[in-house]
């Protein structure tokens, strides 16, 4: 079974330039997540897709940061301009389902990651 | 709002010995406690996953125990290996199968 794509690997741009990441999850699955690590830091969630839609985008600054999972299968994540402290990794996930119904939650498969570094 | 905590940060150790890694999350209303592993320039591998109502868990040398009414967790690692080497993430899952990570524990083992 592939498990997640990402692309590209490395990414540098310099601030206020926009950059876009591309995510392709294991086949089959409902949810999507995308993930910022700064370094030192554990990840953090931006935004998490079930199907083609939005269920948590809380903590992504939408002012700069937008994504979108059109068809449900693949996602973009876009940032546009970018600041310095974008400077991180960006971590794609997909699990089979969010898990809604509560109870035992499925686990979550990691892609290798975008690493973007903003000068 | 959860936050998780991992101690410490950073470890050196030399092979063979037993090591323990500890986590604590603040709220205690979770589904499951996993613990993952970072290789620099990979993604995250899952390692063990504690689901709320289970103690402990064991994979191999690693077992991971968890108290949810204290908001603690451990990943005990016997004897430790060069290949074990990694970032070992620490995450509790809350309602909609969300994930908040700790800041890790860089381990180093040496030969």
């Known amino acids: 079974e592939a498990g997640v794509a990402q692309s590209p690997r490395y990414k540098i741009i310099e601030k206020r330039q926009s950059v876009a990441f591309w995510c392709n999850p294991i086949?089959?699955?409902?949810?999507l997540y995308w993930y910022q690590q700064i370094l030192g830091q554990g990840p953090k969630l931006l935004i998490q897709f079930q199907n083609n839609g939005v269920v948590d985008d809380s903590q992504l600054p939408k002012d700069r940061f937008s994504a979108e999972r059109l068809k449900g299968v693949d996602s973009t994540l876009k940032i546009q301009p970018a600041k310095l402290e974008d400077s991180a990794v960006y971590l794609c996930?997909?699990?089979?389902?969010?898990?809604?119904?509560?109870?035992?939650?499925?686990?979550?498969?990691f892609g290798p990651g975008t690493r973007l570094l903003v000068l | 709002k959860q936050e998780v905590t991992q101690i410490p940060a950073a470890l050196s150790v030399p092979e063979g010995e037993n090591l323990v890694l500890n986590c604590s999350f603040t709220d205690s209303a979770i589904y499951n406690l996993q613990w993952f592993r970072q290789d620099p320039g990979k993604g995250l591998t899952s390692l063990l996953l504690?689901?709320?109502?289970?103690r402990e868990q064991t994979s191999g040398r690693l077992n991971a125990s968890l108290d949810k009414s204290s908001g603690r967790s451990t990943l005990y690692i016997a004897a430790s290996q060069p290949g074990d080497s990694a970032t070992y993430l620490c995450a509790v899952t809350g309602g909609g199968n969300k994930l908040t990570f700790g800041t890790g524990t860089q381990l180093k083992v040496e030969l």
């Open positions: 504690i689901q709320s109502s289970q």
């Open positions: 996930a997909s699990s089979p389902d969010s898990g809604l119904a509560g109870g035992f939650q499925e686990t979550q498969y």
């Open positions: 086949s089959g699955h409902a949810t």
